[in-house]
């Protein structure tokens, strides 16, 4: 096993109420299951998981769904059991969701006791009419009160996620989340753009015409309001959907976009490791009884559902698709090169020439970037790596 660092991600699939727009895996009113659910997250982490030697871990997300809904303690088991089974190194950035609104200066002061030193909030929105129709619990109010919460709470590392192309949603509504959001000075920014999701309210009422159904390309010009209002305020864009100040970029999600390993615990989580992905059964209760069963703990993978192999064709496709999501970084030719013992023209000479061509690509200091204006249509771009093109 080599000494490469891995991410974990651990999820915790409970939230108070599902929010509107919400398709993920995360559930309202099973807090009876807390308890089985930690104890059954605290035995994947300590199933073998298939190594020879455990890796040294660099970054743990604890995400969801809400973690802070579970008890305290049930957070410090799920974090020991980390560092039980994974070799935490002291600089890893630890990062936990928390919602505005739902989590106190308390919790927040033991959650960094315990080794958190990131926390990422879901404000979505400083428009009360908006946050209303989202679903969400919290008011706009609450979004200062939390980060003030934090950082008296001693977080240095703070990030908000805001989501942008909501029905009825004005640019002007949308600069003033904006500046709302700025003017908290957090460390990171990630916008969304709203998808409506199968099965979600909120695609349900815009297909009985009660709310609109999102402007695509208003959505476009809140991007590009977006990425303005941030640059003025000091905010580096490094990633599509992902602003920071210098330093602080979130160093577990770089992990995905630089298609290096990491491990998912919980139900529906997804790992990528040693050439394979692989995917835990979904249904919570599922998860639980898997996990209570002897003879799974022995297993080395006692919740997988599915696994896949990841061959040459599909990695290197993959590690051009997310890494064209690092509008900063780009994809190294000389990392690829070193990777896959290939030069990447000799992989994909003739999509990067197209793509060149037409405006969407460029190439700087032996890094391949997408220019400012393919961010919009990434997806046109990331399709031509595909291994079905090559
Ligand atoms: S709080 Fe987040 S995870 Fe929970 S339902 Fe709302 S959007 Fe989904």
Wanted: proline share 7%; charged share 20%; hydrophobic share 40%.
């Amino acid at each position: 096993m080599p000494d490469t660092p891995f991410s974990l991600y651990i999820h915790i699939p409970f939230c108070r109420k599902k929010c509107s727009y919400c398709d993920f895996n995360t559930y309202a009113g099973l807090d009876g299951s807390f308890g089985p659910y930690t104890a059954a997250l605290c035995r994947e982490l300590a199933a073998p998981g298939a190594f020879r030697r455990r890796p040294p871990v660099s970054t743990i997300f604890i995400g969801g769904g809400t973690p802070t809904v579970l008890p305290i303690k049930q957070l410090a088991d799920i974090l020991a059991a980390c560092r039980a089974a994974f070799d935490v190194l002291p600089q890893a950035e630890i990062t936990s969701e928390a919602n505005p609104g739902a989590v106190d200066e308390a919790c927040l002061r033991d959650l960094l006791s315990f080794g958190v030193n990131r926390f990422s909030f879901g404000a979505q929105s400083f428009n009360e009419a908006e946050l209303t129709m989202l679903g969400r619990i919290h008011a706009a109010a609450d979004i200062g009160k939390t980060v003030a919460a934090a950082r008296r709470a001693g977080a240095q590392n703070l990030n908000l996620d805001l989501i942008y192309g909501l029905p009825r949603q004005t640019l002007r509504a949308w600069r003033h989340t904006l500046l709302q959001a700025v003017a908290l000075q957090p460390d990171h920014l990630s916008l969304y753009s709203l998808t409506l999701e199968r099965g979600t309210a909120l695609r349900a009422q815009v297909a009985r015409g009660e709310l609109p159904p999102p402007d695509t390309d208003l959505a476009a010009d809140m991007y590009e309001l977006a990425a303005e209002v941030l640059q003025v305020n000091g905010y580096a864009q490094y990633e599509i959907s992902n602003w920071c100040k210098p330093g602080r970029a979130c160093r577990h999600n770089l992990t995905y976009w630089r298609n290096l390993p990491y491990l998912g615990f919980g139900p529906g989580a997804h790992s990528f490791a040693e050439k394979t992905r692989w995917w835990n059964v979904r249904p919570v209760p599922t998860y639980i009884n898997r996990l209570a069963a002897l003879e799974a703990r022995a297993h080395p993978r006692p919740a997988m559902a599915g696994s896949e192999t990841i061959d040459i064709a599909l990695e290197m496709g993959e590690t051009m698709m997310l890494g064209l999501r690092l509008t900063a970084e780009g994809v190294s030719t000389a990392d690829f090169e070193t990777r896959f013992n290939r030069p990447v023209t000799d992989v994909f000479g003739p999509q990067i020439k197209k793509l060149k061509a037409l405006g969407l690509l460029t190439e700087d200091s032996r890094r391949l970037k997408l220019t400012p204006a393919a961010r919009l249509v990434g997806n046109l771009v990331f399709a031509e790596f595909l291994p079905g093109d090559m």
